[in-house]
């Protein structure tokens, strides 16, 4: 298997700033097709990014988004300062959004972000303060083979062989941190 | 069928000239909600939608899609074509709807697909 280094990439994320969600993804699929990695690895990680971004830019006020890779895992961290997430298990609901009618005119706000983060993550972690914002992780499994890792045996073997500190505290699928 | 011959035989207006108009043309997608672009179209899809703002350009680079049809007569905004050509996505205009061209397409490659079998 090519040996795959490490990429760290952030971008900081500025109110209604949707430039940089198209910014964000260009530049990471660059550098993740740069590491050779499998198209539908790439593909997941992307439609995490865009959405996880947009979701900053139609909701909060401002965040940052950091994506980490090495041979294992790409790590997607997005962090924001806004008004949090009240219910996450009812913001994952497909079809639920809280997305003023100017968002949904620009093709967002259709409630199926959060679920699309899920349906592309091989583990998710949601954590939300209110009144302070949201922090996402998310992580997509780069198997040994780099090809998609489809079964989920071969999801939770990988899982089992990263190291603590490549999952941080992402044991946890989700959790609400009240104020 | 190539993005350039699919272009031709559906009349679109090309936005950003010469980029990428050898890609094979795999079908179509037509919708108006991103997150549904991201999560069911495919690679080599023809993107049919009726947005004309600066995310379609990131939902086409997540896809991969050939190319973006604008539908309905309308136009993108021109920092949308300035990104999209530094990103080598395609996008074409048609005064066509989406119910009309997207139709056209299915037929030329359904054609297409019989007379490969005979």
């Known amino acids: 298997m090519k040996n795959i280094s490490q990429v760290e990439l952030e971008f900081k994320i500025g109110e209604k700033d949707f430039d940089v969600a198209s910014k964000a993804v260009s530049e990471t699929k660059s550098a993740l ?24 830019i139609i909701h909060a006020r401002f965040g940052t988004l950091k994506v980490f890779t090495n041979s294992q895992r790409i790590l997607i961290v997005v962090e924001d300062i806004g008004k949090g997430i009240p219910d996450i298990d009812l ?22 972000g959060l679920p699309n983060i899920r349906q592309c993550a091989d583990k998710l972690t949601i ?18 083979n780099n090809s998609q890792a489809t079964s989920p045996e071969v999801r939770q073997k990988i899982g089992n062989n990263l190291k603590k500190e490549d999952i941080e505290d992402t044991e946890v699928d989700y959790a609400i941190c009240k104020k | 069928m ?19 108009l050898d890609e094979e043309v795999t079908g179509g997608y037509c919708s108006d909600m991103l997150s549904d672009v991201m999560a069911k179209a495919r690679k080599g899809n023809l993107w049919f939608t009726i947005h004309t703002h600066i995310n379609i350009v990131a939902a086409a ?6 190319g973006v049809v604008i539908t309905g007569g309308r136009e ?9 050509k530094e990103e080598g996505v395609p996008i074409f205009c048609t005064e066509q709807s989406t119910f009309e061209v997207a139709g056209k397409l299915y037929l030329y490659l359904s054609n297409q697909c019989l007379q490969c079998q005979t």
């Not at chain 1, 690895?41 to 996880?52: G, N």
């Not at chain 2, 190539?2 to 990428?20: D, P």
């Not at chain 2, 680079?61 to 050939?66: G, K, P, R, S, T």
Request: hydrophobic fraction near 50%.
């Open chain 1, 127 to 144: 954590r939300s303060r209110i009144e302070v914002g949201v922090e996402l992780k998310a992580l997509v499994f780069i198997d040994k």
């Open chain 1, 91 to 112: 913001a994952l609901q497909e079809g639920y959004t809280t997305a003023p009618d100017e968002i949904k005119k620009l093709g967002f706000g259709s409630g199926f």
């Open chain 2, 2 to 20: 190539i993005l350039r011959e699919v272009a031709e035989k559906l009349g679109l207006i090309n936005c950003t000239g010469s980029i990428n």
């Open chain 2, 61 to 66: 680079l997540v896809v991969e899609v050939a």
């Open chain 1, 33 to 56: 097709l740069g590491l050779g990695l499998n198209g539908e690895i790439i593909r997941k990680a992307m439609v995490i990014i865009l959405e996880a971004v947009s979701n900053v």
């Open chain 2, 76 to 84: 993108p905004e021109e920092k949308v074509l300035i990104r999209a």
